[in-house]
Structure formats: C-alpha cells, structure tokens
C-alpha cells in the first residue's frame, strides 16, 4: 500500500482493447457477442448431467456455425471466410467462454476440417466441405493412439489397399493401436480422419490420412467400434472416445491425397520421395491446431487475471494503513507480487501469438513454399504454445489462490478454467516434446526433417553434422557483435552500464542467454559423444539443457514481439502503460532466471538485486493501472462473475 | 536412458515403510483397511450425484467412526483413543482415499470436536464428546464470514449476553458477516461451533466461541438460516453453506469457557487479562488444524507420485538408445528431473511433518503450559502447512502432466487430487498468511501475540521493539559462529571447501540464507521507519522479503528433519537410499535459490554448475530405486489406477 499513491495516467481503456483486437476486431466481436448470448452455458457445464452438458455444446457448435463464426478459415466457395487469421482470431476469443465449446470447435474445424483441407484435394474438399463449415456433417481427428501419443510416426493401424477391390482395409492390429481420447468419436462425429500405417502391396509407405466414415444416423458402421472416455478431469461437454477399425474397407478415393497417392493398380506415388519429409510436410500443414491452442491458452488466463484483479481491487482484509478500515488486496506489496507479473506476461504473450498468428497466416496465404520459413513457423508455434498454455496453467492456478476461499466457488470461473485448461500443455504436442522440436530446429539449423523427433533419428543427425556448425555459428565473438553497437559499454561492459529500462539492455540479456544456452548444448553434446558415449546416453543427459535452450530461444521471441509493439506506438498513455509492462516483463524474466546469468558473467550481484528493487517498483506503478490493463482484454461482463464474486 | 545403469542397492521396502509409518503403524494400517474396504467411494465421487455423493461420504464418515479410526483424539472416557499423535497419524493416512470424506472428517472431529474439546470445560464435554466421538452428533465450525477469512478478529457475529434471562443472543448484522464455506453446514450439522464477538453489557471482549444448536431432526431451528454454497472446484462431498443467526437465543452455558466466562449476573472473568493474548491463546489451542491438513496434503502428493512413477516405469514412448523398442518414460533424464527432486521433496516433507506431529502431541499431553514452545509449535505448523500444500499443489499439476492424456481421464486419479487438494493452500490458514505469521515470530523472537497479524500492529510492535534486537541476533560474526566449526574453510571457505554431499553443507547453507534473509528484512524495516516511511507502506513494500525469510526459515526445518532422520537410520539400503533422497532434496534446493546464493556471496558459478550436474547425477542414482521409494509410502492397491492407466 501506499500512503500517498503515485500519480500515473489512466490508460484509454478503449484505445488499448483496439490495439489488442487489432486488424481482426470485428471477427472478435462477433465472438463476444455469440459468447454473451450463450453465456447461460457457464452455469449449464455445471450444472447438467454429463450427456445433456455435450448436446447443449453440440447445439452451441451448430448454433455459432451459422453465424459463419467458426468457418472463417475455409474457401469462400464451400461457405467459409477465406481467411485463415480470421479464422484463428475468432478461435482465441472464443476461449472467453466454456472451454468445451472452444475445444469441441477445434475438433470440427480446426482438427477433421483442417486435416480434410490441407491433406485432401478438391475431391475431398467438394464433397465434404459445405457440409462440414455448415455443422451438418460432424468429425473426429483420429490420431493419437493409447500406445502412441507424442511419437506418430510410431502408429499401429493399419491400412492395406486391396487391389482386387479397389479399396482400402482400416485395422486395429492391437490395443495399443486403438485411437485414443478422441474428441468427438465417442458420440458425434459421422466421419474420422484417420491416420493410419500404408501397405501397398507388401510395401510400407509410412502414415498417411484416410476418410472413415463411422456412423450414419447416429449408428456406428459395420467393423467400427466406439468407446466412451469417461469421464474426464475437464472438458467434458466433449465426447472424447475410442475407436477400433475391424477391417473396415474405404474406396481408394477416401485417401486424403494431397501428398501422395495410389493408383487404382496399386502404384504409390508422392512428388515428396523422402517418407520422413513427406510425413513431416503432411503434419506440418496442420500447424494452425498448435497456434490455436496457443492463443486459446493466453485468453483464458485473461479470464482468470480479469477475476483475480477485479477481486482484488475491491475485496478488504487486514487493517494496515488505517484503523478503521481494511486494506484493498491489491494495496499489498505481496498481492501486486503475485498478480501483475503474470499480467505483464499475459501481455507479452498476447503480443507473441499475434505475430505468430499473423505468420501462419502469411505462410498459407502465400503460394510460395518457403520451406525455411515454414520450419520457422512450426517452431514457432511449438514453442509459443508450450509457453503460452504454461503459462495458463500457472497464472489460473495462482489468481484462484488470490481469490481465497470465493475462488474456490465453482461461480468463480475458477473451477472450469483450471480444470479445462489442464490438458493445454498435452494435446496438440505436449510441451516438453514440443521445446524439444524447437531446440532440435536451432540445433540444426531447419535442416532435417522438422517434427522427426524419434530421438534416435535425431540424435544421430545432430551428432552427425549440425554441432560444429552451432559450435561456430554461437562463438563468442559474433555474440557480441550486434550488441556491442547497440548498448554503452561495448563488448565487456553493456551489462552493466545499460539502463535497467532499456529495452535493448532487455533484448540483449534475453539473446545472450539464448546463444549461449544453445552454444553450450551444442558443446556438451559434442563432448559426451567424443568421450564415447552412445549418442542417445548424451542427449538423455543434457535434455534438460536442451529444453532450456529452447525455452530462451523462445522467451527472446515473445519479449521481441513484446518490445516491437510498444516501440511501435505513438505517443501517449497506451505507449506509456505498455513501456512499463515490457519492462516488468522482461525484468521479472531477469530476475527469474539471475542464477544463470550471474553463472555466465552477466549479472553482478548488485544490479541482480537492483533488478528485484525494480520489479517492485514496477509492481508499485502499474497497480493503479491494473483495472484498466484487465478492462481492455474486452471480456463480456455477461462471461465473468461479480467483481466480490459474492453474487451467483 | 544409460546404456547400462549403474549397479543400485534395492530398497528393503518393507523396511522403509516401517520407518515412514513410525510410531504409528498400526494406526496407519487401520485406515489403510477401511479405505480398501471402501474404495468404491473413488468411482463414486466421480459418478453419483451430488446429493448422493454427500449422503455416500456421510455414510463412511459414521462407518468409520465406529472403527476408532476418527475418535483417536479424544479421551477415552468419551469413547476416544487419548492419544493426540495417533489422531493426526490416523487423518494423514486418510488422504490416500477420497478427499472429500478427508475433510468431513476434519470437519467433524477435527474442527467442530476438537473446538469442544479444547475450548470447552467437562460440561461441554459430558454433554456433546460421547455422540460426537461415536458419529451420532454431527457438527460445524463456523468461523469464517464472507467478509472475513484470514482476519478472524475482526468478525461481525455478535453475542450479547441478555442478563434478564441468562442467555446469549447470537447475530448475523450485515451480509459480510454471513458464516460462508462452512463444512456441514448446508445439510448434515446439528450444531455449530459459532465465533462471535462477546458484548456484555455493552462492553465488547473480542471474539469467543459458542455451542448453537441449528438443526433437530434435519429441520433448521427458529432464527437460523442456511444456505448452500453451491458446487465447488472440489470436495463435493462436503456440504458447504453458509449461516445467518436472526437473534438466536442459546443458554449461558453454551459459552466455551476454558479461556473466559459469564457470570449470571453479567460479569465478564478471564485468567488472561489481555483480550489480544486471549484470543490467540485460544486460537492456539487449534492448531491440529494446521497440522492434519499439513499432513493430508504431503499423503496427497505421494498418490500422485507414486501413478506417475508407476506410469513412468511402463510407459515407453520414442525410440532412443534402440531402434527396435521404445524407451520407458523414467529413463530420459528430463522425465527424471520432473519427477524425482519431487519425490526427495516428499521424503522430506514427511520427516519434517513426523517431526511437527510429534512436537504437537508432546505440547498438548504435557501439562506445562510452555508459552514459547506453544509458539514455535504454532509457527512450525504455519510454515509446514505452507510448505506441504503448495507442494501439493505443483507435485500434482507436474505428476498429471507428466502422465500425458491418460493423466486427463477421470480413472487416473488426478481429477479429484487436482481438485479437492486446491483449497489445501487457502483453508485452515492461507498459506502467504501463514508464512507472515511464521516471519512475526522470527521477527520478534516469538514475544507479543503470535497470531496477531493485524499489519498495523505487528508492524508497530515489529518496529518499535524487535527489529534491533533481530538485527543485533544475526550479526554475521554470530552467524559463522557455528558453521566454521562445523565445516573445512572455517567463516571464509566452508561454502566453497565443503563437499557438495556433506549435509553439513547443506544445512549451512540454508542457516546462512535463513539468517541473513531475516538480518536484511529487519535492516530494510528499520531504514525505511527511519526514513520516515510509514511502518505500514514500508511492511508493504518488504513483504515479499518477509515471505522469502519465512520460507527459508521453514526450508531449513524441513531439511533439519530430513537429514536427523537419515543420520540416525543403521548402516543399509534404507540409508543408502535415504541419503541419496537428502542430497537430491537439499542441492534441488540450492540450485533452485542460486541466484540468491550468489547474489551474497555463498556461492561461486563454477560450484552453482557443479551443483546442477550434481542434481542431474543424483536422479540417476535415484531412478532405479524409485518404484520402491513410492512403493514404501504404502498406499493400497485398491485406491490406485492400473499402472498404466488403462484399465479402468
């Protein structure tokens, strides 16, 4: 608390929610307003029984379908927006909402629809798509296995063209194989994309994606069988379920074709002759899941930071100041501590997804397959989930705690956001695999095939060719080079004598860290495996390392973004409340990780506790601020609870 | 992985077990019994509605009443066991069952009984114990109002003695003096314990607890209104709500007069004069509260624990060091830094938590009625209770992610862990609260009124009288005193001489930090008083200092404990593996808290590394013991998923 309050500017609350809708404002919007007018759904997905809870969000599906909300990024020509940033904008502001809804549209559009998009060809596309953008023809993404989850390219079913027929035979070959907690498959989808193991005549061509249907008229079709997920510890307006496939026979045109195809004598052809490359091409089209999620993730801690603020800007405990009268938790020095961090993280990470969202874009609006640029956005979509959907994860977690017992009240929102957001960091890669696949990008350049994570595989090429080129590529010296010129100090000294505020002082912490972290991977790897360690042994050793690299890498991204914004705008009380969450932002980040840099010589011990001196009283500026910071996310009054949380 | 694993001791299970049960096996192995008998209740809290799934765990509650199981506490002229260490014992190992069951119990014998025991006389005794004990007379404790939860003496329920008629008439004045979360009270209480403030002739003497009848056969009495607090994150099986006293009429003697009485005629007598001191006093006598949930949530962490083990030991996912298999899960390094520290950290918490059981049943069966050891008992629960349900908390969260999807569905456990130990951190004290109170009483050398953490008088009192003395007590000259005899290198070197593994070491390490964090929240105080800061803005602006001496003050118990007990244990495995657990317990710690290490001068980057690779060694020492490690926590099959998850 403070006796006397620093002046600061209020912040022009619409001014700052333009700046955040951005270039999609009107698809954001018309989000909101479908969310308010279905915010009874809130209470429903407490309140009903669990199968009656998965017809009213099947009905919300169908409902907002029509709205052309959730057909944004499909062809104008089959009922669809044909704007793929559109589309991943309505996405993000639909997480304000229940997270069922959010997730069962992710499965419809973005999993089954995406993959019939991007991995089937205008065959597919006339026959399914207008039935699909419409919500009249209902899919599951059948994917993950119970024995394969993160490693795909290990799948068990199987798919066998018969010549004789012309057809394909869809097996189950074991129990390890059956498709696993997918969304959708339990109840409502007609159709699965499957991905499955091609056999051509005795040849095995590697996973390829096929069109199964598997219910006509609410029944499932001879050889498929169906099981419930059960429950789950959310998200449980989705039928999550199981799928077995008894040799079930799919007319040859029912392989999703894009990439690869066989002829009706039973000749596989592919312009992509590498099967690791074209598996890795194939996956790598359906990215816009990843930075959906990503988005998805920072929205709905939005939710729980616009609750934990408002709670606390007007809930009293303890007298302190005064005798008479409690304080306001947001008053505390702890309390701002706690909260308004992870609000300036909120919006560096809004900032982050905004250009990742606007790459995917970019990538697929343009017809020039950039393969490098592609690599790029693959990392960068890995990486930026597994940080933003973290950080749901630990931001929803510590607002509930704020809110004490009241946020333990399932009309809190609490009790939803924790409980569907958990499984964020899991599905759609999960996060520790995925800072891998980012590490293994920086480690090779983008050359190699992307996704191939099979460590073996992996390790083995790093091994093989790539760590020379990081040793070198991370030398000391060409560190240097670009921050020598844009700080005071040069060389030796641009760590101590930049101001704390200086945004390149910011930047350059965050790079060294990245070079340095990756340049040191490159290096002990190099060395276990000179000492003659199995390759495998090494990696095992140092993936931790790993992982850390990758996370720098990807925290220097997300304060980039965080920092080219603010610089970007014009003067004013906007410009000057985003200066002050960038550097609280990118101090905290400091400050988190000051056992690193002082190990590496870039932190003395009295700037790393001017930088603690600095985030408190970073903490101590933006607290009257805060409402206004959490106001302009834009989150219906309709989708939140009282600001005491006392009324239902 | 390793290509071939270092040769590793088993562990003696059944040795090791016996060490963690203690004393108390036989208690523990009692509840162990009845909660395989009962394990059904874990598929029904998923299943049944909420109406029956409160009438289900009611129905367990009186079953288990009639073991014994729940009546340890209580004297055996009652029907009890007499015997305080077995009653924490018995309610520790319930949390490998259902927590919602956990929680009534905590609520009825715990709260509402041990209320009735410790603050009332043999009247009450006599007339509520033996129902009570035996399950027939259900009760609640209704402190907490909807406006104050941590500031509990600041409640607005009144109790006007009428002298006219010899009765106290309890009263609800305004909405924020509703009782609100109240455990029992929406459905099953027959009673409450209701705190409220004590007029008496117009005279207030602060809070005071009372006996109120609320219900006769399932109907609320005249004057009291109940209202349900609707669903919750978690523990759906306890019927929270919420009470509204309109003038209710109790007899005089339904007073709890251990601490102070009424007199007929209206004359108000205590044996502690002070109103502060009394209420703390009998606040104090509570503190099994703390302690039970302290230990309810360590016992959650290792259900969570040991499915993640188990799931990692038969999990395999990716090729590495074969192309022909999977590697299991446990086997990547990364997977081992996720969960092993997490394991040390329960061994350890365990031990600390054995260590302030038996400290609470030593305090409450002496009849001394030693005030400083009371104190430093009330701080050591505060601080253990913190440190035990955060690490709920993050064990759980790290354990569901690091099982994947399977994590997600409801069979694994994790739903219900996740859910009904979040509120851990908030109830019976929220734990930034609690760790305020354990900072007082360092800051003050347990002088003044513990609980008093009304921030404009501690900070007062802090300021006017203790911060010299705090200052003067951790000069660093006294700070070395001990440590340089201990260790080679004497007040200069021992942090850099000493053997990483020497607990020793360790234990210095988190003394020094321990101290000087104190030392630097006292100097930071007294400058800021002595700058004309007002106490209150500059106690704000420290409280996060505060908190961090608070936490390091406890991190150093919980490792005193751990490293005593390994000491202590014969030469054997069980040493062996216990040794290992400390050193990867105690430098997870150092290594997590290097920044600050380095930051004062304890702790050079070449050792800051060594640690890190030091961690890193140890979880692999570690991995091939951990199935036994979880396997000795005891936890009943029945309570447990299949190992890997997949059968239901």
């Given at each position: 608390?403070?006796?006397?309050?620093?002046p600061?500017?209020?912040?022009?609350?619409?001014?700052l929610?333009?700046?955040l809708?951005?270039?999609y404002a009107?698809?954001?919007?018309?989000v909101r307003s479908n969310?308010?007018?279905h915010?009874g759904?809130?209470?429903d997905?407490?309140?009903?029984?669990?199968?009656?809870?998965?017809?009213?969000?099947?009905g919300?599906l169908?409902?907002m379908?029509?709205?052309?909300?959730?057909?944004m990024?499909f062809p104008e020509?089959?009922?669809?927006?044909?704007?793929?940033?559109a589309?991943?904008?309505?996405?993000e502001?639909?997480?304000y909402g229940?997270?069922?809804?959010?997730v069962?549209?992710?499965?419809?559009?973005?999993?089954?629809g995406?993959?019939?998009l991007?991995?089937?060809?205008k065959?597919?596309?006339?026959?399914?798509?207008?039935?699909?953008?419409a919500?009249r023809?209902?899919?599951?993404f059948?994917m993950?296995?119970?024995?394969?989850?993160?490693?795909?390219?290990?799948?068990g079913?199987?798919?066998?063209y018969?010549?004789?027929?012309?057809?394909?035979v869809i097996?189950?070959?074991?129990?390890?194989?059956r498709k696993?907690?997918?969304?959708?498959?339990a109840?409502?989808?007609q159709?699965a994309?499957?991905?499955?193991?091609?056999?051509?005549g005795?040849?095995?061509?590697?996973?390829?994606a096929?069109?199964?249907p598997?219910?006509?008229?609410?029944?499932?079709?001879?050889?498929?069988?169906?099981?419930?997920?059960?429950?789950?510890?959310?998200?449980?307006?989705?039928d999550?379920?199981?799928l077995w496939?008894?040799?079930?026979?799919?007319?040859?045109?029912?392989?999703?074709?894009?990439?690869?195809?066989?002829?009706?004598?039973?000749?596989?052809?592919?312009?992509?002759?590498?099967?690791?490359?074209?598996?890795?091409t194939?996956?790598g089209?359906?990215?816009?899941?990843?930075?959906?999620?990503s988005?998805?993730?920072?929205?709905?801690?939005?939710?729980?930071?616009?609750?934990?603020i408002?709670?606390a800007?007007?809930r009293?405990?303890?007298?302190a100041t005064s005798?008479d009268?409690?304080e306001?938790l947001?008053?505390?020095?702890?309390h701002q501590?706690?909260?308004l961090p992870?609000?300036?993280?909120s919006y560096?990470?809004?900032f982050?997804?905004?250009?990742?969202a606007?790459?995917?874009?970019?990538?697929f609006?343009s017809s020039?397959?950039?393969e490098?640029a592609?690599r790029?956005l693959?990392s960068?979509?890995?990486?930026?989930?597994?940080?933003?959907?973290?950080?749901?994860?630990?931001?929803?977690q510590?607002?509930r705690?704020?809110?004490g017992?009241?946020?333990?009240?399932?009309?809190?929102?609490f009790?939803?956001?924790?409980?569907?957001?958990?499984?964020?960091?899991?599905f759609?890669?999960?996060?520790?695999?995925?800072?891998?696949?980012?590490?293994?990008?920086?480690l090779?350049d983008?050359?190699g095939d992307?996704?191939?994570?099979?460590?073996?595989?992996?390790v083995?090429f790093?091994a093989?060719?790539?760590?020379?080129?990081?040793?070198?590529r991370?030398?000391?010296h060409?560190l240097?080079?670009a921050?020598?010129?844009?700080?005071?100090?040069?060389?030796?000294?641009?760590?101590?004598?930049?101001?704390?505020?200086d945004?390149?002082?910011?930047?350059?912490?965050?790079?060294?860290r990245?070079?340095?972290t990756l340049?040191?991977?490159?290096?002990?790897?190099?060395?276990?495996?000179?000492?003659?360690?199995?390759?495998?042994?090494?990696?095992?050793?140092?993936?931790d390392h790993?992982?850390?690299?990758?996370?720098?890498?990807?925290?220097r991204?997300?304060?980039?973004a965080?920092a080219?914004?603010?610089?970007?705008?014009?003067?004013?009380?906007?410009?000057?409340?985003?200066?002050?969450?960038r550097?609280?932002h990118?101090l905290?980040?400091?400050?988190?990780?000051r056992?690193?840099?002082?190990?590496?010589?870039?932190?003395?011990?009295?700037r790393?506790?001017?930088?603690?001196?600095?985030?408190?009283?970073l903490?101590?500026?933006?607290r009257?601020?805060?409402g206004?910071?959490?106001?302009?996310y834009g989150?219906?009054?309709?989708?939140?609870?009282?600001?005491?949380?006392?009324q239902?």
């Amino acid at each position: 608390m403070a006796s006397a309050p620093d002046p600061a500017p209020r912040v022009d609350v619409v001014a700052l929610r333009q700046l955040l809708d951005g270039r999609y404002a009107e698809v954001r919007d018309l989000v909101r307003s479908n969310l308010t007018e279905h915010a009874g759904v809130l209470a429903d997905a407490e309140t009903l029984p669990r199968a009656e809870y998965r017809e009213r969000v099947l009905g919300l599906l169908v409902a907002m379908a029509q709205t052309g909300q959730t057909g944004m990024g499909f062809p104008e020509e089959y009922g669809g927006g044909g704007d793929l940033g559109a589309s991943i904008a309505a996405f993000e502001t639909l997480a304000y909402g229940d997270l069922s809804l959010l997730v069962k549209v992710g499965v419809q559009f973005g999993l089954f629809g995406g993959a019939l998009l991007m991995l089937g060809t205008k065959r597919h596309h006339d026959a399914y798509l207008e039935d699909l953008v419409a919500g009249r023809l209902l899919g599951c993404f059948a994917m993950t296995e119970t024995g394969h989850g993160s490693n795909v390219q290990a799948l068990g079913t199987t798919a066998s063209y018969d010549v004789e027929t012309g057809e394909f035979v869809i097996s189950t070959p074991d129990e390890a194989s059956r498709k696993d907690y997918i969304g959708n498959a339990a109840l409502h989808a007609q159709a699965a994309v499957v991905f499955a193991q091609l056999d051509v005549g005795g040849e095995q061509h590697g996973v390829h994606a096929f069109v199964v249907p598997i219910r006509a008229h609410g029944e499932l079709l001879p050889g498929v069988r169906a099981e419930d997920d059960g429950l789950k510890l959310g998200l449980n307006g989705v039928d999550n379920g199981r799928l077995w496939f008894d040799d079930v026979r799919i007319p040859r045109a029912n392989l999703l074709d894009r990439f690869a195809e066989v002829s009706p004598e039973g000749r596989y052809g592919s312009a992509i002759d590498n099967a690791d490359r074209r598996f890795f091409t194939m996956l790598g089209t359906l990215v816009q899941g990843r930075v959906c999620v990503s988005g998805a993730g920072i929205n709905a801690a939005k939710v729980a930071l616009t609750v934990a603020i408002r709670y606390a800007e007007c809930r009293r405990q303890f007298t302190a100041t005064s005798p008479d009268r409690e304080e306001l938790l947001l008053d505390y020095g702890l309390h701002q501590r706690r909260l308004l961090p992870l609000l300036a993280e909120s919006y560096a990470l809004h900032f982050a997804q905004e250009a990742l969202a606007a790459r995917t874009h970019d990538v697929f609006s343009s017809s020039t397959g950039d393969e490098k640029a592609r690599r790029e956005l693959e990392s960068r979509a890995a990486g930026t989930k597994a940080l933003g959907t973290w950080h749901a994860t630990r931001t929803i977690q510590e607002c509930r705690e704020a809110c004490g017992g009241a946020g333990y009240l399932a009309g809190s929102r609490f009790a939803a956001l924790k409980a569907d957001t958990d499984v964020f960091t899991t599905f759609e890669g999960d996060n520790h695999v995925l800072l891998q696949l980012v590490a293994k990008g920086l480690l090779t350049d983008y050359a190699g095939d992307f996704e191939d994570l099979d460590q073996l595989g992996m390790v083995r090429f790093v091994a093989g060719q790539a760590l020379e080129v990081v040793i070198e590529r991370t030398a000391a010296h060409k560190l240097f080079e670009a921050i020598k010129d844009a700080l005071p100090g040069g060389d030796d000294a641009w760590d101590r004598e930049a101001g704390l505020r200086d945004p390149d002082y910011q930047l350059a912490m965050l790079r060294f860290r990245e070079e340095h972290t990756l340049s040191g991977v490159a290096r002990r790897l190099k060395r276990g495996i000179d000492e003659g360690l199995d390759p495998a042994v090494a990696f095992s050793r140092a993936q931790d390392h790993v992982v850390a690299a990758a996370r720098a890498h990807v925290e220097r991204l997300v304060l980039e973004a965080f920092a080219t914004k603010t610089a970007d705008q014009p003067e004013g009380d906007v410009k000057v409340a985003l200066t002050l969450l960038r550097d609280l932002h990118a101090l905290a980040a400091i400050e988190r990780d000051r056992g690193w840099f002082m190990e590496h010589g870039r932190l003395a011990a009295p700037r790393a506790k001017a930088i603690t001196r600095e985030v408190n009283e970073l903490c101590r500026r933006i607290r009257p601020l805060a409402g206004d910071l959490v106001a302009a996310y834009g989150i219906p009054d309709a989708l939140l609870p009282a600001p005491d949380l006392q009324q239902p």
